[in-house]
């Protein structure tokens, strides 16, 4: 079956940008999900991210649309995730996970803790 | 201040039965969008529960299940167990915001 694998790093500086990528094995990423994030800050809740399909198409969270890119490489078979002007507001568990056209995400990678912090 | 309500904690003595309530709004749930649920043990990653309402994955349990009415969505388990205890979570779409959300999350404690 698919797993995800997120990897990047777990600290970035203020102001700098998140980069994130999540590794698809198992399954094609040119298959009819969509691929997404989600993140969790420490002790809170789930906040959507973004997604994206293989064709390139996208959607993001309005709240985050400014400062967020999804990206897909295909022939790497993952995509990634960059989060610019990075605040400590953003230091969260990032995790990718695939949506699946009924709107259910399943499976979901381990997680990854990133800390904004200087 | 999350799109879709959940209870923050609900408790249950082992054996017994609790629901967890999900309330959206017209953008989401009350729009006829589908309602999901998931189940996050301590320090793991999310884990769907339930999805498209009533539906349960291969593997788990039937004493999980789904219902949604109206503008809200609810999660029964029965016959609650020790490894039960965890967060649960909703999730929807929402046509406001061309996105999913998700509830802020209900902790449940098996006493």
């Known amino acids: 079956q698919v797993q995800l694998q997120e990897s990047g790093p777990g600290l970035v500086k203020p102001s700098g940008t998140l980069s994130l990528t999540c590794a698809v094995s198992?399954?094609?990423?040119?298959?009819?999900?969509?691929w997404s994030w989600v993140r969790q800050p420490p002790g809170m809740g789930l906040e959507w991210i973004g997604e994206i399909y293989h064709s390139g198409s996208t959607n993001y969270n309005p709240s985050l649309k400014s400062r967020v890119t999804i990206s897909i490489d295909k022939s790497k078979n993952q995509f990634s995730l960059k989060l610019s002007s990075v605040t400590a507001a953003d230091t969260a568990v990032y995790y990718c996970?695939?949506?699946w056209g009924g709107g259910w995400f399943d499976p979901w990678g381990q997680g990854t803790l990133v800390t904004v912090s200087s | 201040q999350s799109v879709l309500t959940q209870p923050p904690s609900v408790s249950g003595a082992p054996g017994q039965r609790v629901t967890i309530s999900c309330t959206g709004s017209s953008s989401n749930i009350g729009a006829g969008y589908d309602v999901n649920w998931y189940q996050q043990l301590p320090g793991t990653a999310p884990k769907l529960l339930i999805y498209?309402?009533?539906n349960r994955p291969s593997g788990v349990p039937d004493r999980f299940s789904g219902s949604k009415s109206g503008t809200s969505a609810s999660l029964a388990i029965t016959g609650l167990q020790t490894e039960d205890e965890a967060d649960y979570y909703c999730?929807?779409?929402?046509?406001?915001?061309?996105?999913?959300?998700f509830g802020g999350g209900t902790k449940l404690t098996v006493l």
């Open positions: 498209v309402n009533i």
């Open positions: 999730q929807s779409y929402d046509s406001s915001l061309s996105g999913s959300v």
């Open positions: 198992g399954g094609s990423i040119s298959s009819s999900n969509w």
């Open positions: 996970a695939s949506l």
